[in-house]
């Protein structure tokens, strides 16, 4: 949490989910010990996010997938409203 730049609605009050509603990303980071090596997850805290590993990436790429958009967590950005984060 204290890498990734989410802005929130108000603190999530569960640490597990870590969801109570967000206005705002501007790049966010995974904890190394909550992911379990999946090549396509949905993290903590961003449900309706998919996030997917590098090697599932690059085999997007390798086999020309299209229209896929892989955008690397620390450069994704989500403000519909333009709040500051």
Known sequence: MSRSQVLYIKPPVC??????GY???KGF??????????????PRGLQG???????FARFVIRHGFTPSRLTPTEEFVWNPLGRES
């Not at 904890?31 to 999946?38: H, L, S």
């Not at 996010?49 to 090697?55: A, N």
């Open 15 to 20: 640490e597990e989910c870590r969801y109570e």
């Open 23 to 25: 206005d705002a990303v």
């Open 29 to 42: 980071t995974l904890e190394p010990e909550t992911w379990r090596g999946e090549d396509i997850f949905v």
């Open 49 to 55: 996010l998919l996030v997917v590993s590098e090697r």
